[in-house]
Every structure is written in structure tokens, then in C-alpha cells.
T-cell receptor, first 118, second 114 residues
Framework: AQKVTQAQTEISVVEKEDVTLDCVYETRDTTYYLFWYKQPPSGELVFLIRRNSFDEQNEISGRYSWNFQKSTSSFNFTITASQVVDSAVYFCALSEGYSGGGADGLTFGKGTHLIIQP | DTAVSQTPKYLVTQMGNDKSIKCEQNLGHDTMYWYKQDSKKFLKIMFSYNNKELIINETVPNRFSPKSPDKAHLNLHINSLELGDSAVYFC?????????????FGEGSWLTVV
């Protein structure tokens, strides 16, 4: 069975600090996809990144970066020089590969509430 | 234009009532989903449809019935509402499932049962 663990329920930092959100996953499939979503106070779910299991390259997008390590089954998310607008709940999610296609759906972690203090 | 739109955004209703939440996507996707987010923010899939066919039906009470009239719509009907049904319900869509494809979410429907 697939599982996603976000051990940090809440993180509070002062603006401009760097912060890393941890995500550990479990899956028996060799093909799978990992996602991060942001849920700001307004409530919508905003897609941030998708990574497949065959691509372990780290990715950087502006102040956001992601570190994917299959050896430790982790897909961590770092925000550099955090800003108040980064305050949100961040969800890591997993989708296992399905060779027949179809609607797999996502297994979410419980989320990390990130608070950026001015 | 909103890619995945769901209505209503807010719904307050009494126990025992029947209500529906509508969802439409204009992304040309063939797979749609309903997710439930509880008071602790935990997100869990309820249903998924691929080309109007039910694919995933998690452990959800029979009072919840999804209906997909076409690939662009997936509505959620709830009978005999209970207090525990209070949650945020998210509609979502993707192309041929989440594998390799991004799931895009609607803005959520806040359901409060009193």
C-alpha cells in the first residue's frame, strides 16, 4: 500500500529564512509520481511540481527547490528566502504507476502548515 | 476562465437534507475526481471517473453518489446529510489518471451541516 508521511505538522520561521519541508513516501511500484501542492489560507489547492520515479534530478524554480532521493524515499521541498506570502499548508502526494491507464488518484500526506512571520 | 469550477462554493444545510455539488472542467481532460478534506486538513480521494466510467470508489457511504453526464462534468449528490459530512469537497481533473499527468483542483466547496 502506498503512504506519504509529512512528519512536520507545523513550521514557523521568520521572513527571509530558508525552510525545508520533509516528505517520505512508501510504495511497492517501480513507477510512481510525486507531487507537491500548496493550499494558501484562501483554500484552493495549487499545483507546484510533479516528479516521476525515473528522474532523480533536483529541480529549482525561483525560490523553490525540490530534492528527490530514491535511496531514502524522500522528496523534500525547500523555500529559500521565505516570504510572508509563502504561508500556507503544503501537501506532498504520491501516485503509483498504472500500466493500464485510468484514474489512479493521489495519496496525500497530512500536510505541513508553514507560517512565515514578518 | 477557471479550469476546474465547482458550485456552490459555500453550502450550509440542515441534517437530513439532500444536496448536490456540481463540477465542470474545460481542460479537455478525460478523468475527474472528488476528494474530501476533513477538519484536520486531511485529503482523501472519494471517487474517480475516466471517460464517464467509475474507476475508484473508496469507502464512502452509499449516501454519496457521483454522476458524470459527460467527460467535462462530475457532480456529487449527497443524500440524508449528516453532521460528519461537514468538510471541504474538491473536484479535480487530469488526463488519463494521475500517473504522469497533473491533477488540477477546483477551488473547493465548503459544506457545513447543522
Amino acid at each position: 500500500a502506498q503512504k506519504v508521511t509529512q512528519a512536520q505538522t507545523e513550521i514557523s520561521v521568520v521572513e527571509k529564512e530558508d525552510v525545508t519541508l520533509d516528505c517520505v513516501y512508501e510504495t511497492r511500484d517501480t513507477t510512481y509520481y510525486l507531487f507537491w501542492y500548496k493550499q494558501p489560507p484562501s483554500g484552493e489547492l495549487v499545483f507546484l511540481i510533479r516528479r516521476n520515479s525515473f528522474d532523480e534530478q533536483n529541480e529549482i524554480s525561483g525560490r523553490y527547490s525540490w530534492n528527490f532521493q530514491k535511496s531514502t524515499s524522500s522528496f523534500n521541498f525547500t523555500i529559500t528566502a521565505s516570504q510572508v506570502v509563502d504561508s500556507a499548508v503544503y501537501f506532498c502526494a504520491l501516485s503509483e504507476g498504472y500500466s493500464g491507464g485510468g484514474a489512479d488518484g493521489l495519496t496525500f500526506g497530512k500536510g505541513t502548515h508553514l507560517i512565515i512571520q514578518p | 476562465d477557471t479550469a476546474v469550477s465547482q458550485t456552490p462554493k459555500y453550502l450550509v444545510t440542515q441534517m437530513g437534507n439532500d444536496k448536490s455539488i456540481k463540477c465542470e472542467q474545460n481542460l479537455g481532460h478525460d478523468t475527474m475526481y472528488w476528494y474530501k478534506q476533513d477538519s484536520k486538513k486531511f485529503l482523501k480521494i472519494m471517487f474517480s471517473y475516466n471517460n464517464k466510467e467509475l474507476i475508484i470508489n473508496e469507502t464512502v457511504p452509499n449516501r454519496f453518489s457521483p454522476k458524470s453526464p459527460d467527460k467535462a462534468h462530475l457532480n456529487l449528490h449527497i443524500n440524508s446529510l449528516e453532521l460528519g459530512d461537514s468538510a471541504v469537497y474538491f473536484c479535480a481533473s487530469s488526463r488519463q489518471g494521475a500517473s504522469g499527468n497533473t491533477i488540477y483542483f477546483g477551488e473547493g466547496s465548503w459544506l457545513t451541516v447543522v
